[in-house]
């Protein structure tokens, strides 16, 4: 009988993660993966402006970005719609060279760029999900 019971509430604690997963992955921004020049393509290729998020693992600010902004269903509706979407680590692989380029002194920065990869916007620091929603809303019109 005990092992009956440790099975069902096994059984019901995958489903619950299941579904809290499948709700969790739905939400949000949708980051392109794939390197810088995949990225500049598919700007161009679809006419997307994109903007790019330069974070470091050690910083704190970022992490509540990811957290709290990148995971909120309507900033994520907006950005997925508008936008190409992309992470970038500063301090390994590829964006240590992007943020050099780019001059990022700060974590996390958001840097904005037209469909033909001209940097039009940065925007530095954390920002709550209605802030950024707006941030995006007004780069938006400015790029178009």
């Not at 709290?68 to 500063?90: C, L, P, W």
């Amino acid at each position: 009988m005990k092992r009956k019971l440790v099975y069902l509430v096994l059984g019901l604690c995958l489903l619950i993660g299941a579904e809290a997963y499948a709700q969790h992955s739905t939400a949000g921004i949708v980051f392109f993966e794939g390197s810088w020049q995949e990225l500049l393509n598919e700007a161009k290729k679809t006419g997307k402006p994109f903007f790019v998020d330069f974070y470091t693992d050690w910083c704190g600010p970022c992490k509540m970005l990811e957290k709290n902004t990148f995971r909120n269903k309507e900033v994520g509706d907006f950005a997925n719609k508008h936008y190409i979407a992309y992470r970038v680590n500063a301090e390994k692989g590829e964006g240590i060279g992007l943020a050099d380029k780019y001059r990022v002194q700060a974590y996390p920065s958001i840097y904005f760029f037209n469909s033909e990869g001209r940097l039009v916007e940065k925007v530095i620091g954390y920002h709550a999900p209605d802030h950024f929603l707006y941030v995006m809303e007004q780069i938006l019109k400015k790029i178009k």
